[in-house]
């Protein structure tokens, strides 16, 4: 197998790992460090622009007259509204502080966090339903702009937000992800018709432009691990629990998916996250160091699409 094919069947691991590597050298070559503080800000600026750009060429994909809620996508939400119960009942009924709530903050914001913006992405390469992946990421959405004002100053007496600044605060960051670059999707799909289909000639644009998104993400992930003010025992298992957390919302999302014909769909509904999204929540509203829980899972979660992309293929290859 040459390079390049393993480049092709192994993107998520190869632009992780090409992510750890770049950070790595930028750390231990003094010499980069001024490269490495212009580069920075920068990429903070374009990584907004990737996500944009992916969810646009996503959506010119999507048939919009099939974007309507479906018997799986309420489930899946109950779910995820029933595990955010269990963790903040646990908090309030055990009266959990010190590194103990550092951890059950980790846990909560890796649960409450919507499904991922790139969850369609995923899902169509799996060949699953891109319009009902793509309805549930809104309705996802909602649920955690209702629920976060809720629960944060509940677990965290030091957290101070009105429902509505922070219900609102959220939309805002929904409609920038979401709805605008649906907008325009719709736009060129309905009226510029030369454009829509010079996009999808173009194959897994959106696929390989999440991947090289995911390397940035990726190298600031293992930045700011190395970086924790935390101990070495407090992040192995903030890790650990992300592994075991990812696990168990992928498998109940894909038992939920038996009942429906929608394995692919329920399981990335409720398995994958907007870990950045989650990040800056815990970093935002509650201590800081939590924020090391939904950063592991990034890594976790692009593990497990990328053994279900190599099983994929493999059943197809058979």
């Known amino acids: 197998m040459s390079i390049?094919?393993?480049?092709?069947?192994w993107t998520l691991p190869t632009?992780?790992?090409?992510g750890t590597l770049v950070y790595f050298v930028f750390?231990?070559?003094p010499q980069l460090d001024?490269?490495?503080n212009y580069l920075g800000p920068v990429f903070d600026e374009i990584l907004p622009f990737f996500m944009f750009m992916i969810l646009f060429v996503t959506f010119c994909k999507v048939d919009f007259r099939k974007l309507i809620p479906v018997s799986w996508h309420w489930w899946v939400a109950l779910f995820q509204i029933v595990f955010i119960f269990i963790v903040v009942g646990s908090i309030l009924a055990f009266h959990i502080r010190g590194n103990e709530l550092i951890l059950m903050e980790a846990i909560l914001v890796c649960i409450i966090s919507p499904c991922a913006?790139?969850?369609?992405?995923?899902?169509?390469?799996?060949?699953?339903?891109i319009e009902q992946m793509t309805t549930y990421t809104f309705l996802t959405n909602f649920i955690t702009a209702v629920l976060v004002p809720v629960c944060f100053p509940l677990i965290?007496?030091?957290v101070e937000m009105s429902f509505l600044h922070a219900f609102f605060l959220i939309l805002y960051k929904v409609f920038l992800v979401l709805v605008l670059p649906m907008f325009l999707a719709y736009i060129v799909k309905h009226h510029l018709h030369r454009l829509h289909s010079w996009i999808l000639s173009i194959k897994d644009l959106s696929f390989y432009t999440w991947a090289f998104s995911l390397s940035?993400?990726?190298g600031v992930t293992v930045k700011n691990i190395c970086h924790a003010d935390t101990?070495?025992?407090?992040l192995l298992l903030m890790a650990f629990l992300g592994l075991l957390l990812c696990i168990i919302q992928y498998s109940v999302g894909r038992y939920v998916g038996h009942f429906f014909g929608t394995v692919i769909e329920s399981g990335q509904g409720l398995g994958q996250k907007n870990t950045a999204f989650a990040v800056w929540m815990a970093y935002t509203y509650l201590n800081p160091v939590s924020s090391v829980g939904p950063g592991c899972y990034i890594l976790w979660q692009n593990s497990i699409n990328s053994i279900e992309l190599w099983l994929h293929r493999k059943r197809e290859g058979e």
Do not use: E
């Not at 390049?4 to 069947?9: P, T, Y």
């Not at 913006?117 to 339903?129: E, R």
């Not at 101990?231 to 407090?234: A, D, H, I, K």
């Open 216 to 218: 940035i993400v990726t």
């Open 231 to 234: 101990s070495v025992t407090l």
């Open 4 to 9: 390049r094919d393993i480049a092709k069947n």
């Open 34 to 36: 001024s490269v490495g």
């Open 156 to 158: 965290d007496k030091a």
């Open 27 to 29: 750390a231990f070559v």
């Open 117 to 129: 913006a790139a969850a369609p992405v995923i899902t169509q390469k799996l060949g699953g339903n």
């Open 15 to 18: 632009a992780m790992l090409v």
